[in-house]
């Protein structure tokens, strides 16, 4: 678990990096490129780099051991940091919306050539930049991380919608000075999506709904090679930041005794959370076979 908790923070390190020298370049170029897609991107790359920053602190929180006032962890904490996370798109989108309706009210000129060309390397950069966080988030089983690699897709769709805004704007000439403007509007559309494709899962953790049939399906397998183990009842996982808590009824024959049966389920404790080390505890209840 330790080993995932630090490879999760250095991907959050990774995303902070990335993040604040994309604004920049964006801010700059939108700024003397004569584009409100380019400006209002880098809007939500900044709002990215406070959320990162919030999400680092939240996540470091999240994977403390548990203690006397917290049996279970503080894993819970991540998806209400998530949650956060989400609040800082659905910002930034209203934002990016507000602006948008805004500039296309206003005459302004054509955006410069130049624009396109670091629109396709931002797209391509946080495209890079989603693979390598979402990988890392299925790998830690991080939500919160999930949430910022959809971050990072969320920003690679706006400057995709940007760059089409961008090109309809120079190709087309004189009257459709608007489009990349129209193009930030439909992009804030896209972030405020994407704010609930990562707030959906989070809410599913919050709510411990059942989700795990897969992993649940991997313990069953497990417990059943165990010496002892006759066969499984009810089995329950519930996730928690990056760990597992599970609940199973563990069936074993009638006729032994209550210390063979107390063995059992402690050989089989130790059995699960080895083959799976991102399982925390393991409470099993112990069923007499008929």
Known sequence: ??????????????????????????????????????????????????????????????????????????????????????????????????????????????????TLIVLALVVLIKEFFFRIVSAKSDETKSTSLKADAWHHRSDAITSLMAFIGISIAIYMGKGYEAADDWAALLASGFIMYNAYLIFRPALSEIMDEHIHDDFIIDIRAASKTVEGVIDT??????????????????????????????????????????????????????????
């Open 233 to 290: 009842e009810k089995c329950h996982v519930r996730k928690s930041g990056i760990t597992f808590h599970v609940d199973l009824h563990l069936i074993v024959n009638g006729s032994i005794s209550v210390r063979e049966g107390h063995e059992i389920a402690h050989r089989l404790k130790r059995n699960l959370q080895e083959l799976f080390p991102e399982i925390s505890d393991v409470l099993i209840h112990v069923e007499p076979h008929e």
């Open 1 to 114: 678990m330790t080993s995932n908790k630090q490879k999760a923070i250095n991907t959050i390190y990774l995303s902070i990096l990335g993040n604040a020298l994309l604004a920049i370049a964006k801010a700059i170029t939108g700024i003397f490129g004569n584009s409100y897609a380019l400006i209002a991107d880098a809007i939500e790359s900044t709002t990215d780099v406070f959320s990162s920053i919030f999400l680092l602190f939240g996540f470091k929180y999240a994977t403390k051991p548990a203690d006397d006032n917290h049996p279970y962890g503080h894993g819970k904490a991540e998806p209400l940091v998530t949650f956060a996370v989400v609040g800082f798109l659905v910002i930034s989108a209203t934002i990016i919306a507000y602006e948008s309706i805004k500039n296309i009210q206003t005459p302004h000129e054509i955006p410069e050539n130049y």
